[in-house]
């Protein structure tokens, strides 16, 4: 079997359509309007739902709106007492347009997007990564 194959196959290969990314984000503005931290936990999005997102308009906002870890944004009594008819309304009626931004980019980034996720692998590289290991292995078994 490959090398990939057997890296696949281990116990510990996430599952990125349900283990999905996790982060707490201050908002700094905020944080200084109640003089205290005020931290937001964003989680990454499936494929699926990611690219439905980008066909939105307002993707931004329905970005942040799933990305909300929480669901502080869903929340009745807050939607009641800033007497937002929606979610999306309640989002434009807190966050500042540039929050709003940042926030549907650190979603997209914990999504996989906007990240540094290949690099090229030249054949010397990979030719002097399988010596080093070689070596390695010579050295633990001798």
């Not at 970005?63 to 944004?73: C, K, N, S």
Request: no cysteine; hydrophobic share 40%; proline share 6%.
């Amino acid at each position: 079997m490959s090398k990939i194959l057997d890296l696949l196959l281990r116990p510990e290969t996430p599952n990125v359509q349900k283990d999905l990314r996790r982060q707490e984000y201050e908002i700094l503005r905020l944080s200084k309007v109640y003089g205290e931290p005020f931290v937001i936990t964003l989680k990454g999005l499936p494929y699926g739902r990611a690219v439905e997102l980008r066909e939105m308009a307002d993707y931004e906002i329905h970005t942040v709106l799933a990305g909300d870890g929480d669901g502080v944004f869903k929340n009745p009594a807050l939607l009641e007492r800033h007497k937002a008819e929606t979610p999306a309304e309640l989002v434009k009626l807190l966050l500042e347009p540039g929050e709003i931004r940042a926030i549907s980019v650190e979603v997209e980034k914990l999504s996989g997007f906007r990240s540094e996720v290949l690099r090229p692998v030249h054949p010397a590289d990979a030719a002097a990564e399988a010596i080093e290991k070689n070596s390695e292995t010579a050295r633990t078994t001798s």
